[in-house]
Protein backbone atom coordinates (compact mmCIF):
# COMPACT_ATOMS: atom_id res chain seq x y z
CA UNK A 1 0.00 0.00 0.00
CA UNK A 2 1.38 3.45 -0.84
CA UNK A 3 1.95 6.74 1.42
CA UNK A 4 -1.53 8.22 -0.55
CA UNK A 5 -3.38 5.17 0.23
CA UNK A 6 -2.08 5.12 3.65
CA UNK A 7 -3.12 8.29 4.19
CA UNK A 8 -6.57 8.04 3.22
CA UNK A 9 -6.70 4.74 5.21
CA UNK A 10 -6.11 7.02 8.41
CA UNK A 11 -8.27 9.78 7.52
CA UNK A 12 -11.07 7.06 6.95
CA UNK A 13 -10.52 5.91 10.32
CA UNK A 14 -10.46 9.48 12.36
CA UNK A 15 -14.17 9.87 10.07
CA UNK A 16 -15.45 7.01 11.68
CA UNK A 17 -16.44 10.46 14.80
CA UNK A 18 -18.76 11.26 12.13
CA UNK A 19 -22.38 9.57 12.42
CA UNK A 20 -23.75 6.96 9.60
CA UNK A 21 -26.33 8.32 7.88
CA UNK A 22 -29.38 6.41 7.56
CA UNK A 23 -30.45 7.58 4.30
CA UNK A 24 -27.13 7.95 2.18
CA UNK A 25 -26.06 5.66 -0.66
CA UNK A 26 -22.80 6.05 -2.34
CA UNK A 27 -22.18 5.12 -5.84
CA UNK A 28 -19.30 4.70 -7.79
CA UNK A 29 -18.92 3.10 -11.54
CA UNK A 30 -15.46 1.27 -12.71
CA UNK A 31 -13.00 3.63 -9.51
CA UNK A 32 -14.97 6.89 -10.92
CA UNK A 33 -14.43 6.59 -14.42
CA UNK A 34 -17.95 6.81 -15.59
CA UNK A 35 -21.42 7.38 -14.77
CA UNK A 36 -22.81 4.39 -15.97
CA UNK A 37 -23.61 0.53 -15.36
CA UNK A 38 -25.14 -0.66 -12.63
CA UNK A 39 -24.81 1.81 -10.26
CA UNK A 40 -26.34 4.59 -12.64
CA UNK A 41 -29.22 2.28 -13.38
CA UNK A 42 -30.09 1.81 -9.76
CA UNK A 43 -29.43 5.61 -8.72
CA UNK A 44 -32.01 6.42 -11.71
CA UNK A 45 -34.14 4.43 -10.28
CA UNK A 46 -33.82 6.13 -6.74
CA UNK A 47 -34.49 9.59 -8.83
CA UNK A 48 -37.91 8.80 -10.20
CA UNK A 49 -39.24 6.57 -7.52
CA UNK A 50 -38.24 8.54 -4.14
CA UNK A 51 -40.70 11.01 -4.41
CA UNK A 52 -40.17 12.42 -0.98
CA UNK A 53 -36.46 12.32 -1.42
CA UNK A 54 -35.70 10.34 1.50
CA UNK A 55 -32.58 9.08 0.28
CA UNK A 56 -29.10 11.36 0.04
CA UNK A 57 -27.91 10.37 -3.12
CA UNK A 58 -24.07 11.00 -3.53
CA UNK A 59 -21.63 9.45 -6.82
CA UNK A 60 -17.83 9.39 -6.28
CA UNK A 61 -15.99 10.30 -9.60
CA UNK A 62 -12.78 10.46 -10.90
CA UNK A 63 -12.78 14.27 -12.81
CA UNK A 64 -16.20 15.79 -11.61
CA UNK A 65 -15.75 18.57 -14.94
CA UNK A 66 -16.17 15.32 -17.12
CA UNK A 67 -19.40 14.52 -15.77
CA UNK A 68 -23.44 15.71 -15.56
CA UNK A 69 -25.29 13.87 -12.96
CA UNK A 70 -28.55 14.77 -12.76
CA UNK A 71 -29.53 17.15 -9.91
CA UNK A 72 -30.66 15.06 -7.10
CA UNK A 73 -27.33 13.88 -7.01
CA UNK A 74 -24.52 15.51 -4.80
CA UNK A 75 -20.91 14.60 -7.17
CA UNK A 76 -17.99 14.77 -5.39
CA UNK A 77 -14.08 14.39 -6.32
CA UNK A 78 -12.43 10.99 -5.36
CA UNK A 79 -9.62 11.28 -2.67
CA UNK A 80 -11.02 14.95 -1.82
CA UNK A 81 -11.94 14.72 1.83
CA UNK A 82 -15.67 15.58 1.22
CA UNK A 83 -15.59 12.35 -0.51
CA UNK A 84 -13.97 10.17 2.16
CA UNK A 85 -16.58 12.11 4.62
CA UNK A 86 -18.97 10.86 2.31
CA UNK A 87 -17.85 7.21 1.93
CA UNK A 88 -17.49 7.21 5.96
CA UNK A 89 -20.82 8.39 6.82
CA UNK A 90 -22.89 6.52 3.84
CA UNK A 91 -25.41 3.99 4.91
CA UNK A 92 -25.34 1.93 1.80
CA UNK A 93 -22.03 1.60 -0.46
CA UNK A 94 -22.61 0.54 -4.56
CA UNK A 95 -19.93 -0.39 -6.94
CA UNK A 96 -19.26 -2.56 -9.83
CA UNK A 97 -15.92 -3.50 -9.42
CA UNK A 98 -13.47 -4.20 -6.47
CA UNK A 99 -12.89 -1.34 -3.81
CA UNK A 100 -9.32 -0.50 -3.14
CA UNK A 101 -7.48 -1.75 0.03
CA UNK A 102 -7.63 1.45 1.62
CA UNK A 103 -11.27 1.43 2.14
CA UNK A 104 -12.51 0.24 5.72
CA UNK A 105 -15.98 -0.62 6.08
CA UNK A 106 -17.60 0.50 9.03
CA UNK A 107 -19.91 -1.72 11.28
CA UNK A 108 -23.55 -0.70 10.67
CA UNK A 109 -22.72 -0.13 6.47
CA UNK A 110 -23.62 -2.34 3.51
CA UNK A 111 -21.85 -2.88 0.54
CA UNK A 112 -23.36 -3.72 -2.51
CA UNK A 113 -21.31 -5.05 -5.36
CA UNK A 114 -22.95 -5.45 -8.55
CA UNK A 115 -20.46 -6.47 -10.73
CA UNK A 116 -20.01 -5.38 -14.25
CA UNK A 117 -21.92 -7.44 -16.45
CA UNK A 118 -24.61 -10.62 -16.25
CA UNK A 119 -22.48 -13.32 -17.95
CA UNK A 120 -18.97 -13.23 -19.85
CA UNK A 121 -16.93 -15.14 -22.42
CA UNK A 122 -13.61 -14.70 -20.05
CA UNK A 123 -13.07 -16.69 -16.95
CA UNK A 124 -12.46 -14.40 -13.90
CA UNK A 125 -11.44 -13.96 -10.05
CA UNK A 126 -10.42 -17.75 -8.86
CA UNK A 127 -11.47 -19.49 -11.96
CA UNK A 128 -8.60 -17.48 -13.14
CA UNK A 129 -6.52 -17.11 -10.39
CA UNK A 130 -3.11 -18.37 -12.09
CA UNK A 131 -3.60 -15.56 -14.72
CA UNK A 132 -4.45 -12.91 -12.79
CA UNK A 133 -1.75 -10.71 -10.39
CA UNK A 134 -1.04 -11.19 -6.67
CA UNK A 135 -1.95 -8.11 -5.66
CA UNK A 136 -5.10 -7.81 -7.13
CA UNK A 137 -6.51 -11.50 -5.70
CA UNK A 138 -5.52 -9.94 -2.54
CA UNK A 139 -7.59 -7.09 -2.98
CA UNK A 140 -10.62 -9.29 -3.79
CA UNK A 141 -10.47 -11.59 -1.54
CA UNK A 142 -10.49 -8.52 1.27
CA UNK A 143 -13.54 -6.46 -0.97
CA UNK A 144 -15.34 -10.04 -0.93
CA UNK A 145 -15.08 -10.26 2.99
CA UNK A 146 -16.36 -6.86 3.27
CA UNK A 147 -19.20 -7.31 0.47
CA UNK A 148 -22.77 -7.72 2.06
CA UNK A 149 -24.88 -8.25 -1.16
CA UNK A 150 -23.82 -9.22 -4.99
CA UNK A 151 -26.39 -9.17 -7.82
CA UNK A 152 -26.34 -12.16 -9.96
CA UNK A 153 -28.26 -12.01 -13.94
CA UNK A 154 -28.72 -15.86 -13.66
CA UNK A 155 -27.59 -18.80 -12.53
CA UNK A 156 -24.90 -19.84 -13.92
CA UNK A 157 -23.63 -16.44 -12.55
CA UNK A 158 -24.80 -17.35 -9.58
CA UNK A 159 -22.88 -20.46 -9.61
CA UNK A 160 -19.63 -18.22 -10.80
CA UNK A 161 -20.33 -16.10 -7.78
CA UNK A 162 -20.40 -18.86 -5.24
CA UNK A 163 -17.34 -20.39 -6.82
CA UNK A 164 -14.81 -17.91 -7.69
CA UNK A 165 -15.65 -15.22 -6.08
CA UNK A 166 -14.25 -15.61 -2.64
CA UNK A 167 -17.54 -14.84 -1.05
CA UNK A 168 -20.32 -16.68 1.62
CA UNK A 169 -22.54 -13.85 1.73
CA UNK A 170 -26.11 -13.24 0.22
CA UNK A 171 -26.80 -12.84 -3.46
CA UNK A 172 -30.07 -11.07 -5.12
CA UNK A 173 -30.86 -12.83 -7.91
CA UNK A 174 -32.51 -9.72 -9.48
CA UNK A 175 -31.16 -9.80 -13.20
CA UNK A 176 -28.77 -6.71 -13.96
CA UNK A 177 -30.31 -3.18 -13.35
CA UNK A 178 -28.30 -2.11 -16.38
CA UNK A 179 -30.15 -4.26 -18.70
CA UNK A 180 -34.15 -3.36 -17.80
CA UNK A 181 -34.17 -0.80 -19.92
CA UNK A 182 -33.80 -3.64 -23.06
CA UNK A 183 -36.44 -4.92 -21.86
CA UNK A 184 -39.11 -1.97 -21.01
CA UNK A 185 -40.77 -0.27 -23.79
CA UNK A 186 -40.06 3.54 -23.96
CA UNK A 187 -40.32 4.77 -27.10
CA UNK A 188 -39.83 8.37 -25.91
CA UNK A 189 -36.70 7.19 -24.61
CA UNK A 190 -35.43 5.88 -27.68
CA UNK A 191 -36.60 8.76 -29.98
CA UNK A 192 -34.34 10.90 -27.37
CA UNK A 193 -31.08 8.85 -27.67
CA UNK A 194 -31.42 8.86 -31.50
CA UNK A 195 -31.57 12.79 -31.23
CA UNK A 196 -28.22 12.28 -29.25
CA UNK A 197 -26.92 10.25 -31.45
CA UNK A 198 -27.43 12.52 -34.62
CA UNK A 199 -29.82 10.50 -36.09
CA UNK A 200 -34.07 10.25 -36.99
CA UNK A 201 -36.02 8.36 -35.09
CA UNK A 202 -36.75 6.12 -37.73
CA UNK A 203 -33.15 5.45 -38.58
CA UNK A 204 -32.26 1.61 -38.67
CA UNK A 205 -29.35 1.63 -36.52
CA UNK A 206 -26.32 -1.24 -36.81
CA UNK A 207 -24.31 -1.05 -34.22
CA UNK A 208 -20.54 -2.48 -34.35
CA UNK A 209 -18.52 -2.52 -30.77
CA UNK A 210 -15.01 -4.46 -31.45
CA UNK A 211 -13.48 -4.62 -27.51
CA UNK A 212 -10.06 -4.72 -27.04
CA UNK A 213 -7.18 -7.01 -27.84
CA UNK A 214 -3.39 -6.84 -26.28
CA UNK A 215 -1.99 -6.63 -30.33
CA UNK A 216 -4.25 -4.49 -32.48
CA UNK A 217 -4.35 -5.74 -36.20
CA UNK A 218 -6.55 -3.76 -38.47
CA UNK A 219 -8.36 -6.89 -40.24
CA UNK A 220 -9.03 -7.90 -36.89
CA UNK A 221 -11.65 -5.11 -36.30
CA UNK A 222 -12.02 -3.97 -40.15
CA UNK A 223 -15.20 -4.21 -41.89
CA UNK A 224 -16.75 -2.97 -44.88
CA UNK A 225 -19.60 -1.11 -43.74
CA UNK A 226 -20.69 0.13 -47.27
CA UNK A 227 -21.46 -3.33 -48.15
CA UNK A 228 -23.06 -4.23 -44.93
CA UNK A 229 -25.51 -1.05 -45.62
CA UNK A 230 -26.15 -2.15 -49.24
CA UNK A 231 -26.99 -5.81 -48.13
CA UNK A 232 -29.10 -4.63 -45.60
CA UNK A 233 -31.25 -2.33 -47.31
CA UNK A 234 -31.63 -4.55 -50.14
CA UNK A 235 -33.45 -7.28 -47.41
CA UNK A 236 -34.94 -4.78 -45.68
CA UNK A 237 -35.83 -1.62 -47.93
CA UNK A 238 -34.92 0.94 -45.23
CA UNK A 239 -31.77 2.86 -44.78
CA UNK A 240 -29.37 1.86 -42.22
CA UNK A 241 -26.88 3.97 -40.43
CA UNK A 242 -23.80 2.35 -38.85
CA UNK A 243 -22.59 3.25 -35.21
CA UNK A 244 -19.25 1.90 -33.95
CA UNK A 245 -18.67 2.32 -30.36
CA UNK A 246 -14.87 1.45 -29.97
CA UNK A 247 -12.60 0.52 -26.87
CA UNK A 248 -10.66 3.17 -25.25
CA UNK A 249 -7.59 1.99 -26.13
CA UNK A 250 -8.85 1.36 -29.74
CA UNK A 251 -9.33 5.10 -30.30
CA UNK A 252 -5.77 5.44 -31.63
CA UNK A 253 -6.67 3.27 -34.59
CA UNK A 254 -10.07 4.70 -34.85
CA UNK A 255 -9.09 5.83 -38.82
CA UNK A 256 -7.86 2.21 -39.54
CA UNK A 257 -11.91 0.67 -38.29
CA UNK A 258 -13.85 3.55 -39.36
CA UNK A 259 -14.62 4.29 -42.99
CA UNK A 260 -17.78 5.08 -45.07
CA UNK A 261 -20.30 6.71 -45.84
CA UNK A 262 -23.29 7.27 -43.24
CA UNK A 263 -21.02 6.15 -40.33
CA UNK A 264 -20.85 7.75 -36.78
CA UNK A 265 -18.15 7.14 -34.48
CA UNK A 266 -20.20 6.63 -31.29
CA UNK A 267 -17.28 6.29 -28.90
CA UNK A 268 -17.66 9.49 -27.25
CA UNK A 269 -21.49 8.82 -25.98
CA UNK A 270 -21.38 7.93 -22.27
CA UNK A 271 -23.71 4.84 -22.12
CA UNK A 272 -23.14 2.28 -24.04
CA UNK A 273 -26.71 0.65 -22.48
CA UNK A 274 -28.87 3.27 -24.55
CA UNK A 275 -26.66 2.28 -27.83
CA UNK A 276 -27.40 -1.13 -27.26
CA UNK A 277 -31.24 -0.38 -26.27
CA UNK A 278 -31.58 1.23 -30.20
CA UNK A 279 -29.71 -0.85 -32.52
CA UNK A 280 -31.32 -2.69 -34.25
CA UNK A 281 -28.63 -5.53 -34.80
CA UNK A 282 -25.25 -5.69 -32.95
CA UNK A 283 -21.91 -6.69 -33.73
CA UNK A 284 -19.06 -7.56 -31.47
CA UNK A 285 -16.68 -9.93 -30.78
CA UNK A 286 -15.62 -11.26 -27.49
CA UNK A 287 -17.21 -8.41 -25.87
CA UNK A 288 -19.91 -9.52 -22.57
CA UNK A 289 -22.05 -6.73 -24.31
CA UNK A 290 -23.15 -9.78 -26.37
CA UNK A 291 -24.66 -11.06 -23.17
CA UNK A 292 -26.60 -8.10 -22.39
CA UNK A 293 -27.86 -7.10 -26.17
CA UNK A 294 -29.07 -11.01 -26.36
CA UNK A 295 -32.05 -10.52 -24.05
CA UNK A 296 -33.56 -8.22 -26.86
CA UNK A 297 -33.53 -11.48 -28.90
CA UNK A 298 -32.59 -8.56 -31.63
CA UNK A 299 -29.63 -9.94 -33.98
CA UNK A 300 -26.13 -10.01 -32.83
CA UNK A 301 -23.23 -11.37 -34.77
CA UNK A 302 -19.47 -12.34 -33.89
CA UNK A 303 -16.74 -11.35 -35.85
CA UNK A 304 -13.81 -13.15 -34.62
CA UNK A 305 -10.88 -13.84 -37.28
CA UNK A 306 -8.18 -14.24 -34.39
CA UNK A 307 -10.71 -17.58 -32.78
CA UNK A 308 -8.08 -19.71 -32.38
CA UNK A 309 -6.04 -17.30 -30.88
CA UNK A 310 -8.29 -16.11 -28.42
CA UNK A 311 -8.98 -19.58 -27.03
CA UNK A 312 -5.74 -19.60 -25.88
CA UNK A 313 -6.05 -17.00 -23.77
CA UNK A 314 -4.15 -17.45 -20.26
CA UNK A 315 -7.68 -16.66 -18.49
CA UNK A 316 -9.42 -19.64 -20.42
CA UNK A 317 -13.26 -19.59 -21.54
CA UNK A 318 -16.19 -20.29 -20.26
CA UNK A 319 -18.59 -20.94 -23.42
CA UNK A 320 -16.47 -21.27 -26.51
CA UNK A 321 -17.96 -18.83 -29.53
CA UNK A 322 -19.36 -21.79 -31.24
CA UNK A 323 -21.80 -22.51 -27.76
CA UNK A 324 -22.75 -18.99 -28.02
CA UNK A 325 -26.28 -18.35 -30.00
CA UNK A 326 -24.61 -15.91 -32.34
CA UNK A 327 -23.92 -16.51 -36.27
CA UNK A 328 -20.09 -16.26 -36.27
CA UNK A 329 -17.89 -15.02 -38.79
CA UNK A 330 -13.98 -14.96 -39.31
CA UNK A 331 -13.38 -12.93 -42.55
CA UNK A 332 -15.44 -9.57 -43.04
CA UNK A 333 -16.38 -10.36 -46.38
CA UNK A 334 -18.16 -13.60 -44.69
CA UNK A 335 -21.23 -11.43 -43.09
CA UNK A 336 -22.80 -10.25 -46.10
CA UNK A 337 -23.98 -13.89 -46.86
CA UNK A 338 -25.13 -14.12 -43.01
CA UNK A 339 -27.35 -11.35 -42.89
CA UNK A 340 -28.87 -12.24 -46.03
CA UNK A 341 -29.62 -15.47 -45.38
CA UNK A 342 -30.29 -14.82 -42.31
CA UNK A 343 -33.72 -16.47 -40.14
CA UNK A 344 -34.63 -14.24 -37.33
CA UNK A 345 -36.83 -17.62 -36.16
CA UNK A 346 -34.26 -19.95 -36.45
CA UNK A 347 -31.72 -17.61 -34.62
CA UNK A 348 -34.48 -16.28 -31.60
CA UNK A 349 -34.97 -20.33 -31.06
CA UNK A 350 -30.85 -20.78 -30.57
CA UNK A 351 -31.22 -17.82 -28.35
CA UNK A 352 -34.17 -18.82 -25.99
CA UNK A 353 -32.49 -22.44 -25.81
CA UNK A 354 -28.89 -20.74 -24.78
CA UNK A 355 -30.57 -18.74 -22.28
CA UNK A 356 -32.94 -21.27 -20.63
CA UNK A 357 -29.24 -23.09 -20.27
CA UNK A 358 -28.22 -20.32 -18.12
CA UNK A 359 -31.20 -19.68 -16.50
CA UNK A 360 -31.42 -15.80 -16.89
CA UNK A 361 -33.00 -13.89 -14.33
CA UNK A 362 -33.12 -10.48 -16.03
CA UNK A 363 -36.86 -9.54 -16.35
CA UNK A 364 -36.86 -5.96 -16.25
CA UNK A 365 -37.45 -5.02 -12.52
CA UNK A 366 -33.74 -5.99 -11.10
CA UNK A 367 -33.70 -1.80 -10.29
CA UNK A 368 -36.59 -2.32 -8.53
CA UNK A 369 -36.00 -5.21 -6.32
CA UNK A 370 -32.40 -3.59 -5.48
CA UNK A 371 -34.39 0.03 -4.37
CA UNK A 372 -36.66 -2.68 -2.32
CA UNK A 373 -33.40 -4.07 -0.45
CA UNK A 374 -31.87 -1.08 -0.15
CA UNK A 375 -35.29 0.71 1.43
CA UNK A 376 -35.79 -2.14 3.69
CA UNK A 377 -31.92 -1.80 4.94
CA UNK A 378 -32.29 1.97 5.92
CA UNK A 379 -35.39 2.59 6.94
CA UNK A 380 -37.73 -0.62 7.70
CA UNK A 381 -34.59 -2.29 9.76
CA UNK A 382 -34.64 1.16 11.94
CA UNK A 383 -38.05 1.14 12.04
CA UNK A 384 -37.99 -2.12 14.01
CA UNK A 385 -35.23 -0.95 15.76
CA UNK A 386 -37.42 1.85 17.08
CA UNK A 387 -39.90 -0.41 18.13
CA UNK A 388 -38.00 -2.82 19.77
CA UNK A 389 -37.02 0.48 22.26
CA UNK A 390 -40.59 1.28 22.71
Known sequence: MNLKHVAIKLVLYALRLYPIKQNRIFFMSYYGQQYGCNPKYISDYFIKNDRFQRF???????????????????KVRLFSFKTLRMLATSKVIITNYRLPDYFIKREGQHYIQTWHSSLRLKKVEKDAEA?????????????SKHTDLILSGSRFSTETIRRAF??????????????????QRNDLKKKEI?????????AKLLLYAPTFRKMFKANDYKLDFSMIQHILEQKTGEKWTILVRLHPHLIQYSK?????????????YPDIQELLTVADICITDYSSL?????ITKKPCFLFVPDLETYKKDDRGLYFTPEELPFPIFKKA?????????????????????FTDSVGSYDD??????VYEHIENICFRAKRSEWNEAI
Request: hydrophobic letters at 40%; aromatic letters at 8%; zero cysteines.
Open 256 to 268: DILSGKDVIDATA
Open 290 to 294: MFDYM
Open 166 to 183: WYKGDILESGMPRNDMLL
Open 364 to 369: GTAARQ
Open 194 to 202: KLQIGTSSE
Open 56 to 74: DLVWGVSKTTEFILPPRIK
Open 131 to 143: ALPASYVKMAKRD
Open 333 to 353: EDLLGLLQEFDQNQYRKKVQQ
